[in-house]
């Protein structure tokens, strides 16, 4: 229902813009948040925007580096990653949220737990 694009291998420094799209979800009514998963780590949520598009969300780790953004006709989520550092690399999805109480107060969520649809993921990697 979800599909990521636009991972590759990226030298350090760089940028690399991700994209999420679907064909059955509109991004209008579902909070929708990138996350990733390091090779032996954890996923973690990374960014997110809520299904007004008012609030968003980033971690630390990213903060000053990453954009979210999201294109209401295409019904697509970017990311767009710059100065990047080879501790990006890793998994990247896709999730949309369907949580009430968070679409009412246009709020998005983080947490890996909170997601309700999943992409497949796009590989990111960070080398020279």
């Known amino acids: 229902q979800l599909v990521e694009s636009g991972g590759g291998l990226v030298e350090p420094g760089g940028t690399l813009t991700l994209s999420c799209t679907s064909s059955?979800?509109?991004?209008?009514?579902?909070?929708i948040g990138w996350f990733r998963q390091a090779p032996g780590k954890e996923r973690e949520g990374v960014a997110c925007?809520?299904?007004?598009?008012?609030?968003?969300k980033y971690a630390d780790s990213v903060k000053g580096r990453f954009t979210i953004s999201r294109d209401v006709a295409k019904n697509t989520v970017y990311l767009r990653m710059t100065g990047m550092k080879p501790e990006d690399t890793g998994i990247y999805y896709c999730a949309a949220d369907n949580n009430v109480a968070l679409r009412n107060t246009n709020q998005c969520s983080r947490s890996v737990g909170g997601m309700d649809y999943w992409g497949k993921g796009t590989s990111v990697t960070v080398s020279s």
């Open positions: 059955d979800l509109p991004f209008r009514a579902y909070g």
């Open positions: 925007i809520s299904n007004g598009g008012g609030t968003l």
